[in-house]
């Protein structure tokens, strides 16, 4: 069954600026013009199980119930860096299961912290790194937990932090299995932010000395997607992500809002921080629910329209909810669950697509496309976009990689012209022109469209042209 609709088509003659390459470039003396088809895929309604975005569990844990493409995993100094130079990357990869999720198309989130507040006394940097810091810092024991926060001043320590970044950026820097870090090293639980009370005060690095933190990060991973807890200036910057550890409770996530769309003065930095309400733009906005324990009631029926408009407000791509993945959830609530997924993250719908419906044998196929990303955010990374012609036996008989950037593919509608190249020697005969996102690792289609018609390869069909054989040169 086809699932496109013929809606129109169009006279070449009516269409400006279409490139002769079209018919090659031999004379067109007694070849018949072609006309322009130009057709409307149907949509589709289905929750897409896309990368780099949706539901985020525990990468410790697993299989889970809810499909997903990224897991989370909290990764301390200790662990990875036990002894000095020496870098447990093996271990940590095993624990994590680095090798399950990636068979399964599963990608890492990572957060590399110094400070993880528990119910036991404990310490997240290297014993090492505690004596040759001389043990400067603040053991604590309050509401927010018991732990060792170090002092994040000392030179010793900014110097040991750049070097395990360089360690962490030489091993998963170019490894498509992670997806994208968020910044740990600062704060309790990597959150950026320290506790004080009456009876005690954990100190917090000014600007000039947490920035380099986040520089050793930028050193380390250029081609990965960082985000920050709080919108620092050098979000702003260098294009940095942000989340929000407390998506779902009412004041904690006004704050979070109001702090990125107005920007506030910060008494931990001791910095005004300016607004920058379009961060989303070049990095994700991810986070995770605030209670753990209260996330289904998030789901009901009187509290999913607030969800819905956070996770707009937000431009949110993704979310740590490992309870809402590992349970059976009833009809309404997984139904509202449903409504969240289709609302975060991009959602690309081929609206239109009009392309000739001939070509000649080394001609080229312009395609025009309009798409419309009904989600809340772009996608981030660079991976192409692939225009190509299948046979009637089913097989893939031509395909271009064009230039388009479907990070500029924001929420709302865009249109872009792309060319796809026929082989000289191609059979002439009909032929079905596809559309995909390939995933630049696997150098196979790797993004669902939330249209019809997926082959099992994951090609989206887009209507049906003729290859026509060179008409022969005529001499004078």
């Known amino acids: 069954m086809r699932t496109w609709k013929v809606w129109q088509v169009l006279s070449v003659a009516v269409l400006v600026g279409i490139s002769t390459d079209v018919f090659a470039s031999t004379p067109l003396r007694g070849l018949a013009r072609p006309d322009f088809v130009q057709v409307q895929p149907q949509g589709s309604e289905a929750v897409l199980n896309n990368p780099f975005m949706g539901l985020v569990p525990a990468a410790s844990g697993g299989p889970y119930v809810q499909p997903h493409r990224l897991v989370y995993m909290v990764l301390s100094w200790r662990d990875l860096e036990p002894e000095k130079g020496r870098f447990a990357f093996e271990e940590i990869e095993r624990k994590y299961k680095f090798a399950e999720w990636n068979q399964r198309g599963v990608k890492v989130i990572l957060r590399f912290v110094l400070d993880y507040g528990t119910e036991t006394k404990h310490m997240d940097i290297p014993d090492w790194l505690y004596q040759e810091i001389q043990g400067d810092g603040i053991w604590y024991d309050e509401d927010v937990g018991k732990g060792f926060s170090p002092n994040y001043d000392n030179p010793k320590l900014i110097n040991a932090h750049r070097t395990v970044m360089q360690k962490l950026g030489e091993r998963y820097d170019h490894d498509p299995r992670l997806a994208y870090l968020a910044l740990g090293s600062l704060g309790h639980w990597g959150e950026w932010h320290t506790y004080s009370d009456e009876k005690i005060n954990i100190p917090f690095p000014k600007l000039a000395v947490s920035d380099q933190y986040v520089q050793h990060y930028l050193d380390a991973f250029p081609d990965k997607k960082l985000l920050m807890r709080r919108p620092h200036p050098i979000v702003q910057d260098k294009q940095l992500g942000l989340y929000n550890d407390m998506f779902g409770s009412p004041r904690s996530t006004s704050d979070f809002n109001d702090w990125f769309e107005n920007g506030y003065t910060s008494s931990l930095a001791g910095a005004d921080i300016p607004a920058m309400p379009d961060f989303w733009r070049a990095g994700p906005s991810g986070g995770e629910f605030g209670n753990a324990g209260s996330v289904r009631g998030l789901l009901q029926p009187q509290n999913i329209g607030e969800i819905l408009a956070e996770a707009q407000r937000s431009h949110v791509s993704w979310m740590g909810a490992t309870v809402l993945s590992e349970v059976k959830l009833d009809q309404t609530e997984q139904s509202n669950l449903n409504s969240f997924l289709k609302k975060i993250g991009y959602r690309f719908v081929i609206r239109s697509a009009s392309f000739p419906d001939k070509v000649r044998q080394g001609g080229h196929v312009p395609v025009t496309l309009v798409v419309d990303n009904q989600g809340v955010a772009p996608f981030y990374y660079p991976w192409p976009l692939e225009l190509s012609l299948v ?81 022969p040169l005529r001499l004078p």
């Open 391 to 471: 046979d009637e036996a089913g097989a893939v008989v031509a395909s271009t990689v064009t230039s388009e950037d479907i990070r500029r593919w924001q929420p709302g509608q865009i249109q872009t012209i792309q060319y796809l190249s026929v082989p000289p020697g191609l059979a002439q005969g009909s032929y079905t022109l596809h559309v995909a996102i390939l995933d630049p690792d696997t150098k196979q289609p790797g993004v669902e469209f939330a249209i019809q018609g997926k082959r099992q390869d994951g090609r989206y069909p887009l209507g049906e042209l003729t290859v026509t054989g060179k008409p």
